[in-house]
Nanobody
Framework: QAQLVESGGGLVQAGDSLRLSCAAS????????MGWFRQAPGKEREFVGG????????NYSDSVKGRFTISRDNAKNTAYLHMNSLKPEDTAVYYC??????????????????????WGQGTQVTVSS
């Protein structure tokens, strides 16, 4: 059973940094693209960023570009979301997701949540002003 587990969320102040981790198990996630999404209260889920299978490609939303960085360690089956210069508007539940097809390597970054077939349970990030 494929599973993604996020960790690292918490309460921080504006301007602080935080690193989220997404540990994958039960599948060959080294073939997958990994994405990070977030959902704030009363808002729709939005794409934050993603990384292809070998970390050769990344993509970020305009709202986090230059502040957030995504990386992965395939030896550890873990993806990371490094968040710097956090703002109160970054407050949300953050989810990691994997696009893992039956075969092949995902050499691109899907932007749509519907393209991801595995999801974590989410971790809360709260940024106080």
């Amino acid at each position: 059973q494929a599973q993604l587990v996020e960790s690292g969320g918490g309460l921080v102040q504006a301007g602080d940094s935080l690193r989220l981790s997404c540990a994958a198990s039960g599948g060959t996630f080294s073939r997958s693209a990994m994405g990070w999404f977030r959902q704030a209260p009363g808002k729709e889920r939005e794409f934050v960023g993603g990384i292809n299978y070998n970390a050769g490609r990344t993509n970020y939303s305009d709202s986090v570009k230059g502040r957030f960085t995504i990386s992965r360690d395939n030896a550890k089956n873990t993806a990371y979301l490094h968040m710097n210069s956090l703002k109160p508007e970054d407050t949300a539940v953050y989810y990691c997701a994997a696009h893992l097809p039956p075969h092949g390597y995902v050499d691109y970054v899907p932007l749509n949540g519907r393209d991801y077939n595995h999801w974590g349970q989410g971790t809360q990030v709260t940024v106080s002003s």
